[in-house]
């Protein structure tokens, strides 16, 4: 009897140890260097964003936060390699609206939205802004409509890529105003904006945060934001809808998630950090001064978001028309 009481006293102890293990790990998160995968390029509204949360929160976690961007396929490609990933907390992804329209533009995405991902956190929002070269006769919403019925696929924009958000921004409005302008598609959304300012390119949807240097600073021209009502950051830029098209609007969220099977204890450990970050003065300076808004939901509040988004999404692609490659 004792010997089979202490058999099974080695076994306890020993289940213990093994179930202990993963409950210390994760009371140790982040024990090294936490993977950052940005699915566009370097310059990018997201990059921007990604970079200053990035920043702060390695310093609070005392852990370094390692950024990498790897755009390509509307943002699939960072998305897919996110989505196979171990689910272990260290490698996350930061990602916007192309997270739930992609898998109904392309035919294999290589990841699921709502199966290959858990919602971390939104960190802001903010609306796309057209722009054009300040000494660009295309100054407004209307002249832009008029100019693309007079000679339809003449107009030429650039947009951070096939299934970006500044693309299915400006696809959305040349849907409501039945025009037709060529897409041009850019790997890196700062060449499409350094094209326009240099002239090779008619206009760009970009990404708010990535520009709004560039407009105050005079090199570029914004002709309307894509927000249903006008932005702080640019009070003076008007609307889309001012311009002419009632209804309309699209915002980009830019948010951070984790592949799927994630702890949930990691989960609410980086939610609660990174609201800390966004809570942050200096950080929401930051952030404001790109033109974005900080958000810092919970992660039940952000995975609300996305499943409305989703349901919505499948309107959006029959309503819009995308030639994806």
Same mark, same amino acid.
């Given at each position: 009897?004792?010997?089979?009481?202490?058999?099974?006293?080695?076994?306890?102890?020993?289940?213990?140890?093994?179930?202990?293990?993963?409950? +210390?790990?994760?009371?140790?998160?982040?024990?090294?260097?936490?993977?950052?995968?940005?699915?566009?390029?370097?310059?990018?509204?997201?990059?921007? %964003?990604?970079?200053?949360?990035?920043?702060?929160?390695?310093?609070?976690? =005392?852990?370094?936060?390692?950024?990498?961007?790897?755009?390509?396929?509307?943002?699939?490609?960072?998305?897919?390699?996110?989505?196979?990933?171990?689910?272990?907390?260290?490698?996350?992804?930061?990602?916007? =609206?192309?997270? =739930? %329209?992609?898998?109904?533009?392309?035919?294999?995405?290589?990841?699921?939205?709502?199966?290959?991902?858990?919602?971390?956190?939104?960190?802001? +929002?903010?609306?796309?802004?057209?722009?054009?070269?300040?000494?660009?006769?295309?100054?407004?919403?209307?002249?832009?409509?008029?100019?693309?019925?007079?000679?339809?696929?003449?107009?030429?924009?650039?947009?951070?890529?096939?299934?970006?958000?500044?693309?299915?921004?400006?696809?959305?409005?040349?849907?409501?105003?039945?025009?037709?302008?060529?897409?041009?598609?850019?790997?890196?959304?700062?060449?499409?904006?350094?094209?326009?300012?240099?002239?090779?390119?008619?206009?760009?949807?970009?990404?708010?945060?990535?520009?709004?240097?560039?407009?105050?600073?005079?090199?570029?021209?914004?002709?309307?934001?894509?927000?249903?009502?006008?932005?702080?950051?640019?009070?003076?830029?008007?609307?889309?809808?001012?311009?002419?098209?009632?209804?309309?609007?699209?915002?980009?969220? %830019?948010?951070?998630?984790?592949?799927?099977?994630?702890?949930?204890?990691?989960?609410?450990?980086?939610?609660?950090?990174?609201?800390?970050?966004?809570?942050?003065?200096?950080?929401?300076?930051?952030?404001?001064?790109?033109?974005?808004?900080?958000?810092?939901?919970?992660?039940?509040?952000?995975?609300?978001?996305?499943?409305?988004?989703?349901?919505?999404?499948?309107?959006?692609?029959?309503?819009?028309?995308?030639?994806?490659?």
């Amino acid at each position: 009897m004792l010997k089979f009481m202490a058999k099974m006293a080695c076994v306890a102890l020993a289940f213990g140890t093994l179930t202990a293990a993963p409950a +210390r790990a994760q009371g140790d998160y982040p024990a090294r260097p936490v993977l950052l995968v940005i699915c566009f390029g370097a310059g990018g509204g997201l990059d921007v %964003i990604g970079r200053i949360v990035a920043d702060r929160l390695g310093k609070n976690l =005392n852990r370094q936060i390692v950024v990498e961007n790897r755009p390509g396929a509307g943002g699939n490609i960072g998305m897919a390699s996110v989505a196979r990933a171990l689910a272990d907390g260290y490698t996350l992804l930061e990602t916007a =609206n192309n997270y =739930n %329209i992609n898998p109904f533009l392309y035919r294999n995405p290589g990841y699921d939205p709502r199966r290959d991902f858990v919602p971390v956190i939104e960190l802001t +929002r903010a609306p796309s802004v057209i722009i054009v070269h300040p000494k660009s006769n295309l100054r407004t919403v209307k002249e832009l409509i008029a100019t693309a019925r007079a000679a339809p696929g003449k107009l030429v924009y650039g947009s951070a890529g096939n299934g970006s958000p500044t693309n299915i921004a400006m696809e959305m409005l040349k849907a409501a105003a039945s025009i037709d302008i060529t897409h041009v598609p850019y790997k890196v959304a700062t060449q499409a904006n350094q094209d326009v300012m240099g002239g090779q390119t008619s206009l760009a949807m970009a990404a708010l945060p990535s520009v709004i240097t560039q407009i105050r600073g005079g090199l570029l021209y914004a002709v309307a934001l894509t927000s249903d009502k006008r932005w702080p950051s640019l009070p003076e830029v008007p609307t889309v809808a001012e311009g002419g098209v009632a209804g309309y609007s699209h915002l980009t969220w %830019i948010g951070i998630l984790a592949p799927a099977g994630t702890p949930a204890a990691i989960v609410a450990r980086l939610n609660r950090e990174i609201a800390v970050v966004l809570a942050v003065p200096e950080v929401r300076e930051r952030i404001a001064a790109t033109g974005a808004e900080p958000v810092g939901n919970s992660a039940a509040d952000f995975a609300a978001v996305l499943a409305a988004e989703y349901e919505s999404t499948v309107q959006l692609a029959q309503r819009i028309r995308f030639e994806l490659e």
